[in-house]
């Protein structure tokens, strides 16, 4: 009996602390969420994102996702507010609905994964399904292709990225540090920005770009609560 | 003009080892994906399960988010198959919604944060919103908060811990060290799980739980794949 009341002591306690915690989080929080409070909601103006993971390899558990911190705080910096993050497996019908339902709904719309050259990536699949376009061989892609893997066989698995949707567009982006041009694009169709999953290629892709994202000017300076 | 050329030739060069890294990454993945495949999408009768993170701290990256890290794994572990992770707003009408749309399509929905004592947190009138129901002052919940916070008068902020949905349930899981009851329970309501966002206090409630999620006896063991 003293041990079950020490026991539940020693959790009141804890639930205190805790209580405490969330208390100052929340101070923390309230002051914050004026500032984005402006920005996401009672702005009409305001520049919204959603971001969409696509992985088997996430929802199963072997890979942490950390694309989409990496862009929640990039974002952020940049006064963009980030309304929604999803996080779904590698199947063209997923892919196309949701891209149909967010699209429409945000300024922008971010993927992450899902394009590299085997039968499992099928992002380019998906976006093409959800704005009812077809792929097509995208020339430019076709030759810078040719140019980093040495492949000229149409029928090698890595000409799968250069087969994009018939109204993509390629974005050039300019390595910060060096000023200098990046040598491969980042594929967008529509609002849709389809970044690679592999976390060293998204950040650089992103840094390279971040004008095409920019907010009103207004800046944010993030900090962690906890 | 030399310059470029070594620039691209390193370029070449690590786009290739990237391209290797997906290739290795990816046979892994398929080799995996026979046992996934099998539990989420050909097996009929397979435990399905959602995610959904609920936290403006989060979408505003001041905070990242570990706990769908956590559950995914050790949902995968006892063999359930998670299909969908979203992260939202601290808002009802968005919660509520999405809990509506979510809940009738997996087995388990499990939320994570926005049921502490402040204004901010609205998932317990959130989830009220999704299936009509009115919010009420649980009384066993009631007399655990005033156990807890030493509460008496029913206006303290606290008492937004009890106050959950009409049909809520409360789950008191085992602390798998001790094999001792924990003494705060899990509110559930429907197919729900409404776990707090603190991870420390989120692992605790499921490692307490986890034979309210387990699949069919079948279990993974996950590994890392980079």
């Known amino acids: 009996m003293l041990q079950a009341v ?18 100052v989080t929340t101070v923390t929080m309230a002051q914050n969420h004026q500032s984005c409070g402006a920005s996401c909601q009672q ?25 989409s911190a990496f862009l929640l705080r990039a974002l952020r910096k940049l006064g963009v507010c980030v309304q929604r993050v999803t996080v779904i497996p590698d199947q063209q019908e997923v892919i196309s609905k949701e891209v149909a339902l967010l699209a429409p709904q945000y300024t922008h719309l971010l993927t992450s994964g899902g394009i590299g050259p085997t039968h499992d990536d099928v992002t380019f699949e998906g976006v093409a399904m959800a704005f009812e376009e077809e792929l097509h061989a995208h020339p430019e892609l076709t030759r810078l ?82």
Chains 1, 2 share one sequence.
């Open 6 to 23: 020490s026991r539940l002591s020693r959790a009141a306690v804890r639930v205190r602390r805790v209580a405490a915690q969330v208390q």
């Open 43 to 67: 702005n009409g103006g305001a520049v919204t994102a959603a971001i969409l993971i696509i992985g088997d390899e996430i929802l199963k558990g072997h890979t942490v996702d950390t694309n």
């Open 145 to 226: 292709v040719e140019e980093f893997f040495g492949v000229v066989d149409r029928e090698n698995a890595a000409m799968k990225l250069a087969m994009v949707p018939r109204s993509a567009k390629l974005n050039y982006g300019t390595d910060p540090q060096t000023g200098q041009p990046l040598r491969y694009p980042l594929v967008s169709v529509r609002n849709v920005y389809i970044f690679p999953g592999i976390p060293s290629l998204l950040e650089r892709a992103f840094n390279g770009l971040e004008h095409l994202f920019a907010g009103s000017g207004t800046t944010f300076h993030t900090r962690e609560v906890r």
